[in-house]
Nanobody, 126 residues
Framework: QLQLVESGGGLVQPGGSLRLSCAASGYAPEYYGIGWFRQAPGKEREGVAGISGNGEVTDYVASVKGRFTISRDNHKNTIYLQMNNLKPEDTATYYC???????????????????WGRGTQVTVAS
């Protein structure tokens, strides 16, 4: 099991950009799929973006396709979420999580993640 710590959230105007980071520690983080999730007040948590352990396969929820990009640097054990053209509806607490087992070459299904970090708040407002 990995330990994950998110950072990079903040307040941004609509149309702006933020880059979130997820620092992973533990045994062989490069073999785990990583997902970014978000939860807005009064709403259920939803999967936003996922990436395979080798970084070659990604998956996105439809509402962020073309605006968000997930990537990872396995030398730094860090996974990123670049968020562009942010909208007020992107306001939420963002969490990263890892796959339940090794997922080196595929993006895990949204239901196959565990061990969420504490989250980082993203607020999009003018």
């Amino acid at each position: 099991q990995l330990q994950l710590v998110e950072s990079g959230g903040g307040l941004v105007q609509p149309g702006g950009s933020l880059r979130l980071s997820c620092a992973a520690s533990g045994y062989a983080p490069e073999y785990y799929g990583i997902g970014w999730f978000r939860q807005a007040p009064g709403k259920e948590r939803e999967g936003v973006a996922g990436i395979s352990g080798n970084g070659e396969v990604t998956d996105y929820v439809a509402s962020v396709k073309g605006r968000f990009t997930i990537s990872r640097d396995n030398h730094k054990n860090t996974i990123y979420l670049q968020m562009n053209n942010l909208k007020p509806e992107d306001t939420a607490t963002y969490y990263c999580a890892h796959s339940r087992t090794w997922f080196p070459s595929a993006a895990p299904p949204w239901t196959y993640f565990t061990s969420w970090g504490r989250g980082t708040q993203v607020t999009v407002a003018s």
